[in-house]
């Protein structure tokens, strides 16, 4: 489960899913709605196996200072489990000491939006943010995601930035996601190239790599995804990334997850909230299971079936792939 703090947020990515009128609102949770949700759903040892913060960007929550001691508190962390910040890590030096000095217990971990610096002039802010918590923590996930406007030239550029910054230096894991909105994603054999590249920077600083939400097989020359298969999968670039004892789980979207925005609505897929209904208020839920269940019985099968028939006549369909999903297919 994803809590959207709120939905405001300065750095304005091209590719970003929230509207740029939503980003300059002051749409925020309640503060004792947080604690509701997290008495409801957190408390117990079924609960989800951590907490995910996000926004908008969730360090301009008005209240996270106190959102965040609650979230790290042992009332929620009586089982053993992590909490995820994820951020643009554009804050102050009064939000990261806030972050530093009230996780003592270092349960949080980062996953950190770094894409489009340069159009925001805040590189050297954000070298300084993540070294600064490479330095308390084993390792931040960086987050890229790929979009039809960014070129191959321009990715190697933005790895050569992390490379000579020293910022791979505190990353411990590459998370590729894609720009769905508005991305051609079928046998888009750029996407494959520029997530060769990366895996490349990940490699030479031993740091691992995965997928946010469906890569598809098609994007990397059918080659590459052969010799995984069917050779030695130490011979292949894919093997660091691709589960090998179950590819078809790499390639696939499994449960989308649920998020929870300010005013208690759940919704599941960032590309589907104009097709599915979002459930009106989440606490008419007894668990988390309750609200998954209701979701998938209703949309997640039809989100499944493909309706690409490149997809259908595909050599890797299904065995490894089953085709992009209704909330893939929404910009293609």
């Not at 899913?17 to 980003?23: A, P, S, Y």
């Not at 996270?64 to 804050?91: H, T």
């Not at 330095?135 to 050569?160: M, R």
């Not at 925005?261 to 960032?270: G, H, I, S, V």
């Amino acid at each position: 489960m994803n809590l959207i703090l709120t939905t405001r947020c300065a750095k304005g990515c091209s590719f970003c899913f929230t509207d740029d009128d939503d980003k300059k609102v002051n749409n925020e949770m309640d503060i004792d709605d947080a604690k509701m949700l997290l008495d409801n759903f957190y408390s117990r040892p079924k609960g989800p196996p951590n907490i995910k913060i996000l926004g908008g960007e969730p360090t301009q929550y008005s209240k996270f200072p106190e959102v965040l001691a609650m979230i790290l508190s042992d009332e929620y962390n009586k089982y053993p489990r992590q909490s995820l910040l994820v951020s643009n890590i554009l804050f102050n030096e009064a939000t990261l000491n806030t972050i530093l000095d009230t996780d003592i217990n270092r349960r949080l971990t980062f996953l950190v939006n770094g894409m489009e610096l340069d159009e925001r002039n805040r590189i050297n802010l954000f070298k300084h943010n993540v070294a600064a918590l490479g330095n308390v923590y084993n390792g931040v996930s960086i987050a890229i995601t790929l979009a039809d406007n960014k070129s191959l030239e321009y990715h190697k550029q933005y790895i050569k930035f992390l490379d000579e910054s020293g910022v791979m230096l505190s990353v411990g894991n590459v998370r590729i996601g894609l720009d769905l909105s508005n991305t051609n994603i079928i046998n888009n054999k750029k996407y494959g190239e520029i997530i060769k590249a990366y895996y490349e920077l990940a490699i030479k600083y031993k740091a691992g790599m995965n997928f946010d939400c469906q890569v598809p097989p098609c994007v990397f020359d059918k080659n590459d995804i052969n010799d995984f298969l069917h050779g030695d999968p130490k011979n292949t670039f894919l093997s660091t990334i691709i589960d090998i004892n179950n590819p078809n789980k790499t390639f696939n979207c499994t449960t989308p997850a649920v998020d929870v925005m300010p005013d208690l609505k759940a919704e599941f897929c960032y590309q589907t909230i104009d097709t599915i209904a979002p459930i009106t208020n989440i606490m008419e839920y007894g668990k988390l299971l309750d609200v998954k269940q209701a979701f998938m019985s209703s949309y997640y099968d039809t989100m499944k079936i493909p309706s690409n028939v490149e997809c259908t006549s595909c050599t890797f369909f299904p065995s490894v792939c089953s085709g992009l999903c209704m909330g893939c297919t929404k910009g293609n």
